[in-house]
C-alpha cells in the first residue's frame, strides 16, 4: 500500500504559477504510475496529466498541455505538477492518485487505487 500527501497549493493570480507535490510513503513507490486529478465545486473529477512509473511517459488533457508538467523523483518518493501560465479556469481541489504495476499509465480515475486527501489551487482574474 501508499499513502500520498499532497501540498503546495494555495492563491494565484492568473499568468502566475505554482508547484504540486504528492509524497509517497512506502518502498515500491517507482512501481506505481502516478495521476494528478482535479476537482471544481460542482463538478465532476477530471484528469489533468499522469506520468509512468519510469517517468518517461507523461500524459496530459488537452486544456493544460504546454502549461503544466508532470515530473517525478523516485529516490525521493514524490511526484510534482508544475503549473504555468494559471488560468481562473484552473481553480480546482488538485488530488494525486497511485496505481501499482500497470503496463499503459491509466486516465482514468477508476483505475487508480490511492487517492490523497488533496490540496486547493485558487487563481484568482
Known amino acids: 500500500q501508499v499513502q500520498l500527501v499532497e501540498s503546495g497549493g494555495g492563491l494565484v493570480q492568473a499568468g502566475g504559477s505554482l508547484r504540486l507535490s504528492c509524497a509517497a510513503s512506502g518502498r515500491t513507490f517507482s512501481s506505481y504510475a502516478m495521476g494528478w486529478f482535479r476537482q471544481a465545486p460542482g463538478k465532476e473529477r477530471e484528469f489533468v496529466g499522469a506520468i509512468s512509473w519510469s517517468g518517461r511517459r507523461t500524459y496530459y488533457r488537452d486544456s493544460v498541455e504546454g502549461r503544466f508538467t508532470i515530473s517525478r523523483d523516485n529516490a525521493k518518493n514524490t511526484v510534482y505538477l508544475q503549473m504555468n501560465s494559471l488560468k481562473p479556469e484552473d481553480t480546482a481541489v488538485y488530488y494525486c492518485?497511485?496505481?501499482?504495476?500497470?503496463?499503459?499509465?491509466?486516465?482514468?480515475?477508476?483505475?487508480?487505487?490511492?487517492w490523497g486527501q488533496g490540496t486547493q489551487v485558487t487563481v484568482s482574474s
Open positions: 492518485a497511485a496505481v501499482h504495476l500497470v503496463a499503459a499509465v491509466p486516465l482514468s480515475s477508476k483505475e487508480y487505487d490511492y
